[in-house]
Nanobody, 125 residues
Framework: QVQLVESGGGLVQTGGSLRLSCVASGRTFNSAAMGWFRQAPGKEREIVAA????????YHADSVKGRFTISRDNARNTVFLQMDSLKPEDTAVYYC??????????????????WGQGTQVTVSS
């Protein structure tokens, strides 16, 4: 029903930058809150950032606050994650996900039911 495709991952040195993109098709993109998640080998998946369906509100995890910025362009059915000042601990597979949440439900606790395939981000020293 909803297809999500991430791109923009790669290998960068500590302190470098990447911008991830996620393009959506299928169900109306404008209806969904969007989140970025990451999972490192042997680690639990964690939410990195999220944005409401119209982009009015955002969430950024404490570990990335001030370094990462989520944004969206509904005209292009795309959500972005700008990653600056990258650290080795940011190394992970990054996934975008879509949630259809009820009014008042937090971005963090939303039901992210649709997922992309992931894109690898590797930060070297």
């Amino acid at each position: 029903q909803v297809q999500l495709v991430e791109s923009g991952g790669g290998l960068v040195q500590t302190g470098g930058s990447l911008r991830l993109s996620c393009v959506a098709s299928g169900r109306t993109f404008n209806s969904a809150a969007m989140g970025w998640f990451r999972q490192a080998p042997g680690k639990e998946r964690e939410i990195v950032a999220a944005i409401s369906r119209l982009g009015v509100t955002t969430y950024h995890a404490d570990s990335v606050k001030g370094r990462f910025t989520i944004s969206r362009d509904n005209a292009r059915n795309t959500v972005f994650l700008q990653m600056d000042s990258l650290k080795p601990e940011d190394t992970a597979v990054y996934y975008c996900a879509a949630a259809y949440r009820r009014p008042g439900q937090s971005l963090v606790n939303a039901n992210y039911a649709y997922w992309g395939q992931g894109t690898q981000v590797t930060v070297s020293s």
